[in-house]
């Protein structure tokens, strides 16, 4: 194949790239956008094997059958609930695979047209050290993050005296390498600059944790594509350059989204420390405060005697895989025509989105799912909200307590409405740390227990009334 | 002061060129996105940024044995997860956002 039609054909690939994701900006074409990503995918794969240099046909189907089955299998059997995690383990591969691209072009710099062994241009030298640091700092912080969503270390932020002069020193050391390595190209240098960055990642990852966690895939994601394109840039290929540029701008936005549903600036949350065992004493303090309790009859008498009802959903449904027992629930109240629907708060989960897939799957029509500027004006005209598994983002605090570390978040205005059904497993304070106000509210009836064995018994009680 | 000679700079400037303009591209689509997709986002853009796996066949490409060759094969291993994991774990969440008919 001529090197000018392979190229027409990349040009192509990455169009398709871009009706992909210009398909996500509605339910009913996305599914479209998806395969139009596949079909992109598919020819630059092909395209890619037609070109004189690739020949390998044999080990590079084994290589493609190893990896497609082994993905395949882990597509296929996930939980929705898990998503976060997958996501995180996705993205730690393409920042390993980055890694082992970087050290192909270093080891064959003539398959690339980059050089020979020992003399590749300079510019490319560069190149190629920028997509190995970024790709093995998306490889750690990646694994990292997976080990912190899947609960194999602590969740909690983790912080250290001088954590910000190490991470700056670090990004110095790796600097300077790379200046070496330009000037010198010495083999050592590269896997030195691939340890550094992996330690790198690591340290920037281990500050942020709990509620932070969204911003972190989001960023993971964008670096992944940061890494395809300093690849690109190594290779010279405008595919990789424009698909990196896509993801890793797509990823910027989602983590601008998140820091902003959390009224926090993307600096601080990558400086980290947030959330966790802190502002404990506050809750000690507070404890002297009053509640009312109430059980799964209670809620259903209140439920059932209302016209309509907000439904504000939190990571704890997952944790709890609620969600089934939840639409079950809702179901019974809409066929006594009350008017159900869904507050997702832009945070809520672990991954941006998180809340609708978890909807979605326990088949919520998306027309009942509304996100905080849409939902928030009908809180007052709501007789009952019912809070499930959501915490932080409903703390009335943020708005007027100005000493409170979550002060400035915009939260679903769930005070607002008659009753307020609060499902939760004791008086804890959520992931920021931070006391809710509205357990203590007159209006507030507490719903004490696991979220799936609630909305199963609210059933049961709404079935015998 | 230049410190590197870029001895192909005109085959940078128009990566570059490629790269600022395809950022713009990146940064209109995205904002267009619906909220409640930003999971599926994700994941196909995970999905999508595997297309570095065209590197990789280039490595792993020739016939000869060389350290660059397994470096390659390692990618396309890695990639080709990321492909098919990406994709149809894409397809499996959005095929669950689906508007339901009425008394279901």
């Not at chain 2, 940024?49 to 390659?72: C, E, H, M, R, T």
């Given at each position: 194949?001529?090197?000018?039609?392979?190229?027409?054909?990349?040009?192509?690939?990455?169009?398709?790239?871009?009706?992909?994701?210009?398909?996500?900006?509605?339910?009913?074409?996305?599914?479209?956008?998806?395969?139009?990503?596949?079909?992109?995918?598919?020819?630059?794969v092909?395209?890619t094997?037609?070109?004189?240099i690739?020949i390998?046909?044999?080990?590079?189907?084994?290589a493609?059958?190893?990896?497609?089955?082994?993905?395949t299998?882990i597509?296929?059997?996930?939980?929705?609930?898990a998503?976060?995690?997958?996501?995180?383990?996705?993205h730690?591969?393409?920042?390993?695979?980055?890694?082992f691209?970087?050290?192909?072009?270093?080891?064959r710099?003539?398959?690339?047209?980059?050089?020979?062994?020992?003399d590749?241009?300079?510019?490319?030298?560069?190149?190629?050290s920028?997509?190995?640091?970024?790709?093995?700092?998306?490889?750690?912080?990646?694994?990292?993050?997976?080990?912190?969503?899947?609960?194999?270390v602590?969740?909690?932020?983790?912080?250290?005296?001088?954590?910000?002069?190490?991470?700056?020193l670090?990004?110095l050391?790796?600097?300077?390498?790379i200046?070496?390595?330009?000037?010198?190209?010495?083999?050592?240098?590269?896997?030195?600059?691939?340890?550094?960055?992996?330690?790198?990642?690591?340290?920037?990852?281990?500050?942020i944790?709990?509620?932070?966690?969204?911003v972190v895939?989001?960023?993971?994601n964008?670096?992944s594509?940061w890494?395809?394109?300093?690849?690109?840039?190594?290779?010279?290929?405008?595919?990789?350059?424009?698909?990196?540029?896509?993801?890793?701008?797509?990823?910027?936005?989602?983590?601008y989204i998140m820091?902003?549903?959390?009224?926090?600036?993307?600096?601080?949350?990558?400086?980290?420390g947030?959330?966790?065992?802190?502002s404990q004493t506050?809750?000690e303090?507070?404890?002297d405060?009053?509640?009312?309790?109430?059980n799964?009859?209670?809620?259903?008498?209140?439920?059932k005697?209302s016209?309509?009802?907000?439904?504000?959903?939190?990571?704890?449904?997952?944790?709890?895989?609620?969600?089934?027992a939840?639409?079950?629930?809702?179901?019974?109240?809409?066929?006594?025509?009350?008017k159900v629907?869904?507050?997702?708060?832009?945070?809520?989960?672990?991954?941006?989105?998180?809340?609708?897939?978890?909807?979605?799957?326990?088949n919520?029509?998306?027309?009942e799912?509304?996100?905080?500027?849409?939902?928030?004006?009908?809180?007052?005209?709501t007789?009952?909200?019912f809070?499930?598994?959501?915490?932080d983002?409903?703390?009335?605090s943020?708005?007027?307590?100005?000493?409170?570390?979550?002060?400035?978040?915009?939260?679903?205005?769930?005070?607002?409405?008659?009753?307020?059904?609060?499902?939760?497993?004791s008086?804890?304070?959520?992931?920021?740390?931070?006391?809710?106000?509205?357990?203590?509210?007159?209006n507030?009836?507490?719903?004490f227990?696991?979220?799936?064995?609630?909305c199963e018994?609210?059933?049961?009680?709404?079935?015998?009334? | 002061?230049?410190?590197?000679?870029?001895?192909?700079?005109?085959?940078?400037?128009?990566?570059?060129?490629?790269?600022v303009?395809?950022?713009?591209?990146?940064y209109?689509v995205?904002?267009?996105v619906?909220?409640?997709?930003?999971?599926?986002?994700?994941?196909?853009?995970?999905?999508?940024?595997?297309?570095?796996?065209?590197?990789?066949?280039?490595?792993?490409?020739?016939?000869?044995?060389?350290?660059?060759?397994?470096?390659?094969?390692?990618?396309?291993?890695?990639?080709?997860?990321n492909?098919?994991?990406?994709f149809?774990?894409?397809?499996?969440?959005?095929s669950?956002?689906?508007?339901?008919?009425?008394?279901?």
């Amino acid at each position: 194949m001529s090197s000018d039609l392979t190229l027409i054909l990349y040009l192509i690939s990455a169009v398709l790239f871009i009706f992909s994701l210009r398909g996500l900006s509605h339910p009913e074409s996305s599914r479209r956008g998806n395969i139009y990503g596949i079909a992109g995918m598919a020819l630059a794969v092909i395209t890619t094997l037609s070109t004189k240099i690739v020949i390998n046909y044999f080990e590079i189907s084994i290589a493609i059958i190893i990896g497609g089955s082994i993905g395949t299998l882990i597509a296929l059997r996930i939980k929705m609930t898990a998503l976060p995690q997958l996501v995180a383990a996705f993205h730690s591969l393409v920042g390993l695979a980055a890694v082992f691209v970087a050290a192909a072009a270093f080891y064959r710099p003539e398959a690339f047209g980059i050089g020979n062994f020992g003399d590749i241009h300079r510019s490319s030298l560069v190149e190629m050290s920028i997509g190995l640091f970024i790709g093995a700092v998306t490889f750690s912080g990646s694994v990292l993050a997976f080990c912190k969503l899947q609960g194999l270390v602590s969740g909690n932020p983790v912080t250290f005296k001088f954590q910000h002069a190490l991470n700056g020193l670090l990004l110095l050391v790796i600097l300077i390498l790379i200046l070496f390595f330009v000037a010198n190209e010495i083999e050592s240098y590269f896997w030195i600059i691939v340890i550094i960055s992996i330690l790198f990642g690591i340290l920037v990852v281990i500050p942020i944790g709990g509620a932070d966690m969204p911003v972190v895939i989001s960023m993971l994601n964008s670096y992944s594509g940061w890494a395809a394109c300093g690849i690109g840039f190594t290779l010279s290929n405008n595919l990789l350059i424009i698909t990196g540029a896509l993801v890793g701008s797509s990823g910027a936005i989602l983590s601008y989204i998140m820091s902003k549903g959390m009224n926090r600036s993307i600096i601080s949350v990558i400086l980290g420390g947030f959330g966790g065992e802190q502002s404990q004493t506050q809750s000690e303090k507070d404890s002297d405060k009053t509640f009312r309790q109430g059980n799964a009859e209670d809620a259903a008498y209140i439920l059932k005697n209302s016209e309509s009802v907000i439904i504000v959903p939190g990571y704890g449904m997952a944790v709890a895989q609620a969600q089934h027992a939840l639409r079950e629930m809702c179901d019974i109240l809409k066929r006594e025509k009350i008017k159900v629907r869904y507050a997702i708060h832009p945070v809520a989960g672990r991954m941006p989105g998180h809340m609708n897939v978890l909807l979605a799957e326990a088949n919520v029509s998306y027309d009942e799912v509304l996100e905080l500027e849409e939902i928030n004006p009908d809180f007052p005209m709501t007789e009952v909200s019912f809070v499930i598994g959501a915490n932080d983002v409903t703390n009335p605090s943020a708005k007027s307590d100005k000493s409170s570390p979550i002060y400035g978040m915009p939260i679903l205005d769930v005070e607002r409405s008659g009753t307020v059904l609060f499902v939760k497993r004791s008086l804890a304070t959520g992931y920021s740390g931070v006391d809710n106000d509205l357990f203590y509210r007159n209006n507030t009836t507490m719903l004490f227990g696991d979220a799936k064995k609630m909305c199963e018994d609210i059933v049961k009680s709404l079935d015998n009334i | 002061m230049e410190i590197f000679e870029f001895t192909n700079s005109s085959v940078f400037i128009s990566g570059l060129t490629v790269f600022v303009l395809a950022c713009f591209i990146g940064y209109y689509v995205v904002w267009s996105v619906t909220p409640a997709l930003h999971s599926p986002l994700m994941s196909v853009t995970n999905a999508i940024s595997s297309v570095i796996i065209v590197g990789a066949l280039y490595a792993a490409g020739p016939l000869d044995n060389n350290i660059a060759k397994i470096f390659g094969l390692i990618a396309v291993v890695l990639a080709s997860v990321n492909i098919f994991g990406g994709f149809i774990v894409t397809y499996r969440m959005l095929s669950m956002f689906k508007k339901k008919t009425k008394n279901k």
